[in-house]
């Protein structure tokens, strides 16, 4: 199993320009979620989601969308990039204990 | 929602001293409590969880230990090594469903082994 997948590892954008952010998983996992990370701030939850078709907001939701039409994919969606939005992507899935991580997607917004 | 408050949130030591994290939660139907280990550049990763059916787990050289009634859990590394410096992130979740089933993590403890 390759686990979770994340695709780009590092993308630079230019204020207002959107991205899609991409995230797979081979487990069957019905829980899967999108975190930001920054210094000092800790693995803040930006939307997560508990099955095919159904989705919810996390705590820093803004400025981000999120779809799910499958188990396996949970991509994250920037519609207008800002510099406030540079930071570490970490995709997470999880059946009802460990979450498991992708390696990451670093963006810089300049 | 859940809100997990994390200290310290910098911690030197000594190698072979032991070190303690502390976490507290809020929200009393959290029921899952992991520990996650990061490691510069890399992708956090589990080291050990507990559940709120017991109060006390261990694995080797880490145990985790929790107090329900109030809201506050603990991670023990003992006869620490230079391998275990890194960020150590504690969480709070649900594992049986509901708006409670997303874990809510702290915002981190670096720990720092001195040789």
């Known amino acids: 199993n390759a686990g979770v997948t994340q695709t780009p590892k590092f993308q630079v954008l230019k204020t207002g320009q959107s991205m899609t952010l991409q995230c797979a998983q081979d487990?069957?996992?019905?829980?899967m979620s999108w975190y930001r990370q920054d210094p000092g701030m800790g693995l803040r939850l930006i939307h997560y989601?508990?099955?095919?078709?159904?989705?919810d907001q996390g705590e820093v939701p803004n400025g981000y969308n999120v779809s799910r039409s499958t188990t396996e994919d949970f991509p994250l969606r920037l519609l207008s990039a800002a510099p406030s939005q540079t930071s570490v992507y970490f995709c997470?899935?999880?059946?009802?204990?460990?979450?498991?991580f992708g390696e990451g997607s670093r963006l810089t917004v300049l | 929602g859940e809100n997990v408050e994390q200290h310290p949130s910098t911690l030197s030591v000594q190698e072979g001293d032991s070190a303690v994290i502390k976490c507290t939660y809020s929200?009393?139907?959290?029921?899952?409590f992991p520990w996650y280990k990061q490691e510069l550049g890399k992708r956090p990763q589990l080291i050990i969880d507990?559940?709120?059916?017991?109060g006390e787990k261990k694995d080797q050289r880490i145990a985790v230990t929790l107090n329900k009634t109030a809201k506050h859990f603990s991670l023990h590394i003992t006869e620490t090594q230079p391998e275990d410096s890194a960020v150590y992130f504690c969480?709070?979740?649900?594992?049986?469903?509901?708006?409670?089933?997303?874990?809510?993590f702290g915002k981190g403890t670096l720990l720092t082994v001195n040789p």
């Open positions: 989601s508990v099955g095919a078709g159904i989705t």
């Open positions: 929200d009393s139907a959290s029921n899952y």
């Open positions: 969480a709070a979740s649900s594992v049986s469903g509901g708006s409670n089933y997303k874990l809510t």
């Open positions: 507990i559940r709120s059916n017991v």
């Open positions: 997470a899935s999880r059946r009802t204990g460990e979450l498991f």
């Open positions: 487990m069957n996992h019905e829980y």
